[in-house]
């Protein structure tokens, strides 16, 4: 049985953030130094997805730290994330990204829900993801967007998801799953989320929460939804070109029945946000399905 008390001077925690040439890297760690829980409990494992890079952070305050830095050449964050949960001490993994920050009380609330787990029945801890913007008063057309459309993780775990944004498990449960499809370059929490989500719960806590920047420009997001159209390819409709033509049929039909819905309810300021936002998108995924279909290439 698992319980924070008997094991007080142990790593609980694995906190494993994949990075990328990310530079806000730095906001995650800061936050996670600054967690209402103690630093004794819970390390910290920075897998480096690029290999033309390094990361050096010893010129931080984080000298208070338990962290580890590991290299994953294999593209993906999903290949990092992997050879994260293979480094990890922690009972518990907590996955989050390099653009997240991670609420002060973040690790505190999710070891509550994990101590309460006497049957050890948990096998996603999906925790709340908010956005927030490069200036409240000022929102640029893709945050807009994002505004309306961003992390439902509350829905998510109810169909048995979670984003790994913000997303705990017992490494006994992902390892016995089997960790995540290095092969996906997208989809892989959907991917994973369905297989532990056969014998396990997911459960949603609201109280363990991260902040995760909206999208600031058109293009991050068109990039977003042409990747995830391509992990969808390659998870679902990898051969079967024809299922895929219906599935970015239904997938642009949803983006413009958003932008008429919306027209009637938000200020014509936003509309017209959501509007450019929505055709944008569909123009992308229509780019992804022929360079997938007639190139055999993806933005995945």
């Known amino acids: 049985m698992f319980n924070i008390k008997i094991a007080l001077m142990d790593i609980l925690v694995s906190v494993i953030i994949p990075v990328y040439r990310d530079e ?19 390390e910290i494992i920075v897998v480096n997805n690029d290999p033309d890079a390094t990361i050096d952070l010893r010129h931080h305050c984080y000298d208070k730290l338990n962290l580890k830095i590991l ?14 949960i293979i480094h990890a001490s922690g009972k518990i993994l907590a996955f989050t990204d390099s653009d997240c920050i991670p609420d002060v009380d973040w690790l505190k609330n999710a070891m509550v829900v ?22 409240d008063y000022k929102l640029t057309s893709a945050e807009i967007y994002e505004k309306y459309t961003g992390f439902t993780q509350e829905q998510y775990a109810k169909e048995g998801n979670s984003v790994t944004a913000n997303w705990f498990s017992y490494k006994s449960v992902v390892e016995g799953i089997g960790g995540f499809d290095s092969g996906l370059k997208s989809n892989g929490d959907t991917e994973l989320s369905a297989r ?3 014998k396990y719960k997911v459960v949603f806590a609201p109280e363990v929460v991260v902040k995760h920047p909206a ?35 239904e997938f642009s039909w949803r983006r413009l029945r958003f932008a008429i819905k919306k027209s009637v309810t938000i200020s014509l300021y936003e509309s017209i946000a959501i509007w450019k ?10 780019r992804e399905y022929f360079n997938l279909i007639a190139k055999g290439e993806s933005k995945r």
Request: aromatic share 14%; glycine share 6%; hydrophobic share 40%.
């Open 24 to 42: 806000r890297l730095n906001l995650c760690l800061k936050a996670l130094l600054n967690q209402n829980f103690p630093k004794r409990n819970f």
């Open 71 to 84: 290299d994953e050449p294999t593209p993906g964050s999903y290949a990092a994330r992997n050879k994260g």
């Open 114 to 135: 994990f101590e309460a787990d006497l049957k050890c029945e948990i096998g996603i801890l999906a925790g709340n993801v908010i956005l927030f913007y490069n200036d």
């Open 196 to 198: 532990i989500s056969k």
């Open 215 to 249: 999208r600031y420009r058109i293009s991050d997001l068109v990039y977003k939804y042409r990747r995830l159209l391509g992990g969808t390819h390659a998870r679902r409709f990898n051969k079967r070109p024809i299922l895929f033509f219906w599935h970015i049929i």
């Open 277 to 286: 936002t929505s055709i944008s998108i569909i123009i992308g995924a229509w």
